[in-house]
């Protein structure tokens, strides 16, 4: 039997699709940081790079000076929840100063327009607290970019994976007046919320349910993380693949 036959019960049961929004913050709860313990030299890294950095230049210097970045107690970025010292990231030697990147307030936030702001984030370095958000002198907002090794000098910006994982770049400033910080996060894209939204583009639509299908009767090959947005049955416990209640569920999902 063709895939059409198969389904074309389903959906003459639904034939009136509506779209039903999803807001990229129902998708994440935070960004995991993958990170090794901290080492420094007067280098720069790739914007691409598979872990976490932080990089420092002072005025006129034409050399970075470098730290890569390991996860705190929290696993990395909560979202909407402030994150004392060593929580965020964990301690690192920072020109020979313990340092930690942490938030307050509400925290770093990840809003509907898929721009993450960290008008939150600080740095204790030694006793000494630096705002990294807006009273920085920086621009706090980090829009969604489709490919962050495009981003010019400067420039915020985050791009997500096919594979959940991440790419954040983040200027603001350093340790004196005129010094250059500039903040790379690397890691998967946490938890992947299970709301019927496939392809991630907001809605739940027909698109998600023909992914759904051709996932299921043909074996159409789909990413962990499309698997994980589409996994609904059992609610709450998904299976790790999808099956047939899935799709029944994404199809009542597109018209509420």
Known sequence: MSLSAKLLPLIALFSSVVFTTITVADHYAGLDITGVPANAGPWSWPVDSEYSWLSHRFPSATVWHSWRLHPGTDDG??????????TLTSEFLMFNVPTAIYSTGNGVTLDEYETVNFDSLHRLHGNTDYDLGSNSGANPNIPLVSDITQLQPGENGWQSNPDCTYH???????????????????????????NGDINADGNVNVADILLAERNVYESAPLTACQIGRGDLHPAGNGEGVLTIADIYRIIVLSRQ
Request: charged share 5%; net charge negative; aromatic share 10%.
């Open 77 to 86: 970025i909560l979202f909407g929840s402030a994150q004392p010292p060593e």
């Open 168 to 194: 954040l770049i983040y200027n603001t400033a350093g340790n004196c007046a005129g010094c250059e910080m500039m903040i790379h996060f690397y890691g998967m894209l946490l938890p992947v919320t299970a």
